[in-house]
Structure formats: C-alpha cells, structure tokens
C-alpha cells in the first residue's frame, strides 16, 4: 500500500543524467558488471519526496503532538540546545591526545567538567563521572562503585534492597553488578513500608535504590530516617534521580543522605530522546567513592586548561568509549546555563503544578490508588472501568485516535490497571485541557459504549499489535 515500488511507472525519471561523453574511467571486473539494470522504482521526485514526507508524518514526536508518557519526561526540547551541540559537530572523538595526555579539543573537555560540576552541585554530590550511557547504564556504574567501595573496605555485602515501586533498571542493574534484591512492598500510602524496611535491613545489604519521587509520582517523607537506618549497616544509599525534574533547585539528594546518584540527561535536561536514541546518565557520588570513579577523569590544570588524568588504581576502568555521549552532555549543558538557578527551580515548580492540575481534574473520572499531592507524574488506576470490560490499554489506544501518544500504563506494577501521566513543565493549560477531554471522553465510552474502546485505534496505519512481538521482530518495512 505504501511501498515506493507500488508508485513505480516504467520509464517515469526523477531525474534525467546526459548521456556521457568522457571514457569510463576504471572498468570494472567483468563478473562485477551488471547485465540487467536494478529493479529501482520508477518514479519522479516530486513521487519520492511524498513518499518520505508521508513515512516521517508516522513518526510520532513531541514536536508534533502532547507526549504525558509517565516516567520518560518527554517534554519539549528548545532548538537552541540542538545549535549548542551542532557547535561542536566537527570535533571527532579521535582528536590526537598531545604528549603530556592533555589534548587539542579544549572547549569540548571543558564543557564536560562544566557539566559535571553543574551537576554536582545541582544533585549535592562531590563529583560526577559524565561517561555512562544511559539512566540504566549510570545505575550499574553506580552499584558498580558502591561494590568497589565495600570490597575496599573489606566489608562482605550481599544484598540490594528495591521497593517494589522501583523503576525495572534498578533490580535488573543491581543483579548484573552481582546482588541479590529484597524487594520491598509499598505502604497504603505509596512509599516503601518502613517496617518492611526496617526488618529486611541486616549487615549484608550493600545498598538502598530510591527513587524519590518515586515511580507514583510521590515524594517520600522519610528519605532521611531510611538513610540513617542504611547507614548504620553500612549500606549506601543510591538515588535514581532518572526524573529530577520534579526537585531542581528544591531539594539535593546529596544534602538529604544519598551516596551515590544518577541523573538522566535526556529526561530532565532538555536534550531528546525515545526510539532508543542516544542518552546519557552521569553519576555523581560523595567524597569517600571518587577514587573508584570510572577513568580517565577529566582535570583542570593550574594554567586553566583542561586534560585527562587516568582513574586511580582503584577506579573501575572505563565504562564507555571515548568520554560517553558528548552530544547529549553538549546540549544539556546549554540548557542549564540558558536557564540558570531560577529558571530550573521554575522548571520543576511548573512540572510539579501541570501534574496536580491533570490529578485534580481526572481524579473524578478515575480511580487514583494513592490520594496524595503528587510531584511531576499522577498515576490513576482504570479498576472503575474494568467493571465495564475497559482496560487501561483499551484508554490508552483510545487516546491515539485522539491524537495523543498514550500516557504510561501498567507500571508501576504495584498498581492495578495503572495509567501515569507526565505532562511536563512545557505543556500548556489549553493543551493540558484538551487531552484532559479526550481522557473523560474515554471515562464516558467506558460506561457507555465499551466496544468503542475495544475498537480502538481506528484512524492509524494498523491497529493492535502483539506488542511483544512488534518490539522483537521489527519489520518497518510493512506499510
Ligand atoms: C527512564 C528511567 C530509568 C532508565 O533510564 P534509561 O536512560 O532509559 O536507561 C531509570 N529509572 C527511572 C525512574 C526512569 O524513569
């Protein structure tokens, strides 16, 4: 249906080549000369650009539609920070290092160590590696640190302690750098049930993983006593702070206890992401782990110029190529300096108020499991329209029809029918309001007609998709 080939009509050019007049300049091999022209489509450029102009309208994207998908804070990223990264487009990685290892891409080295002392002041921390990848990536740098500090210290650790809430990186990172988790329940109120918590804490539990606010949308009263109670194990707290764009500029987690943090770039810094785009997680820790920090680390000399020091020999070694993701770093760099203090405590109070505005009008028309003020996210639950047949995805393909990139549904997985929406600092009320419709609408089709639900989407290119399947077995060629 939508295949370029299906366009093609003999002998129709895009473009018309003279005929050449010059001698081939290098015969090609015999065996490698074609003997039939390729099977290409036929078709003209004004044919093609449709074609691609049509595909590329397929792809949804926050510069073209509202994107409340909870938890990935996908908000809108200003152009200008693609400008402060094109700045940098002619530096290769491959830049030569100069003898004494400092080497010719100063400005870029010097953004990095920016960045990193930004961050470190923005989360509390004394210092920040900017080399991992991603906010799953930066977890496992994280618990990596944590397990060189206590093999330093000689200390025999075992365990990881989760709350059931927690987002599925922090379990999963936790595992791979070699622990077991005990995972905690959430209380009636959302947080960790402290005396669960207080009763699974022993001396073999390496660290805490937090998520504060937590994947509820809720901020936890207690951070301080839990990190008290951790630390009397000997046990580090670790900070998830993939979201911090709920307490820029409010609260550092480095004040409050933590020990160690990730932040992601490409959630709250303004830089884009989704489709498995490039991130970044920088991981900021206290002063007792900067020796294990990943190496080389980047220096400023007393002449003010900058280079690279390799890791101590306790640093856990590199973990990405070259410095990480220099692009994402370059763009979330402007973003904090374009905004300042002020402008990144605004940022998360405006969060903050777009996801109480989007409670506080849908709280009527869905179940909300945890009645609490929320911070940058809400999550309802569509147990009320499941007496109707409805499920939260029935509500979520709804909403594309509608135009809307659906919210997050069935996580976190403590609650039932979960939908968690992020409207994010950059939505506008009349937006807000318009999808805040669309979502009683589906509130009403639920009661009324369930099968409109059930139908859902109808206005896209497919409809339901084994999802498991699609993500698996990509086949983007299929119209
Ligand atoms: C997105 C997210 C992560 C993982 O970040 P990635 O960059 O996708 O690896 C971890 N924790 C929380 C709470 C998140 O929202």
Do not use: W
Not at 81 to 89: D, R, S, W
Not at 178 to 194: F, N, Q, R
Not at 381 to 395: F, P, T
Request: proline fraction near 7%; aromatic fraction near 6%; hydrophobic fraction near 40%.
């Amino acid at each position: 249906m939508n295949l370029i080939f299906e366009k093609s009509v003999p002998g129709r050019r895009g473009l018309k080549l003279p005929v050449a007049d010059v001698p081939r300049a290098a015969a090609l091999p015999e065996n490698l000369v074609r003997t039939e022209p390729a099977q290409l489509p036929e078709v003209s450029e004004l044919d093609l650009v449709r074609h691609f102009t049509g595909l590329s309208r397929r792809n949804f994207s926050v510069d073209g539609n509202f994107y409340p998908l909870g938890s990935c804070t996908m908000k809108y990223n200003a152009k200008v920070t693609e400008n402060a990264a094109a700045l940098f487009a002619d530096v290769h990685p491959m830049t030569p290092l100069l003898p004494e290892g400092e080497t010719s891409a100063q400005g870029a080295l010097c953004l990095i160590l920016g960045l990193s002392r930004l961050l470190a002041e923005i989360t509390g921390m004394d210092e920040v590696s900017c080399q991992p990848l991603a906010g799953a990536h930066g977890e496992m740098t994280g618990i990596m640190l944590i397990a060189a500090y206590h093999r330093a210290k000689r200390n025999k650790k075992k365990y990881v302690i989760v709350p059931d809430s927690s987002h599925g990186t922090n379990p999963a990172s936790a595992a791979m750098v070699g622990y077991e988790i005990i995972t905690i329940p959430s209380a009636p109120y959302g947080d960790m049930d402290l005396d669960a918590f207080r009763a699974a804490m022993n001396g073999e539990v390496a660290a805490v993983m937090l998520t504060c606010p937590n994947t509820l949308g809720l901020f936890n009263p207690h951070i301080r006593e839990i990190c008290d109670i951790a630390h009397e194990h000997d046990a580090l707290m670790y900070y998830d702070g993939a979201n911090l764009n709920a307490i820029l500029g409010k609260v550092r987690p480095g004040d409050v206890g933590f020990d160690v943090i990730h932040v992601n770039l490409h959630k709250t810094f303004g830089t884009p992401h989704g489709g498995g785009g490039p991130g970044s997680g920088p991981v900021g820790v206290k002063r007792e782990l900067i020796p294990f920090l990943p190496g080389p680390r980047i220096i400023k000399h007393a002449d003010g110029r900058c280079g690279l020091e390799k890791g101590t020999s306790e640093s856990i070694g590199r973990v990405a190529n070259f410095y990480g993701n220099f692009g994402v770093m370059a763009r979330a760099y402007a973003y904090i300096i374009l905004l300042g203090r002020e402008g990144l405590i605004e940022v998360s109070e405006q969060a903050v108020l777009n996801a109480n505005y989007m409670l506080a009008r849908l709280r009527e028309h869905f179940d909300l499991p945890f009645d609490r003020t929320c911070m940058h996210e809400c999550v309802f639950s569509a147990s009320r329209q499941l007496k109707h047949g409805v499920h939260a995805i029935d509500i979520a393909k709804y909403l594309i029809d509608r135009g809307y990139h659906p919210p997050t549904v069935y996580f976190p997985l403590n609650v039932k029918e979960a939908i968690m929406i992020e409207p994010t600092e950059t939505e506008s009320k009349e937006t807000m309001d318009a999808f805040i419709e669309a979502m009683i609408e589906a509130a009403n089709l639920a009661e009324k007609e369930p099968e409109r639900l059930h139908e859902a989407p109808r206005t896209m290119p497919v409809g339901r998709l084994d999802e498991t399947k699609a993500a698996r077995e990509q086949n983007v060629c299929f119209g």
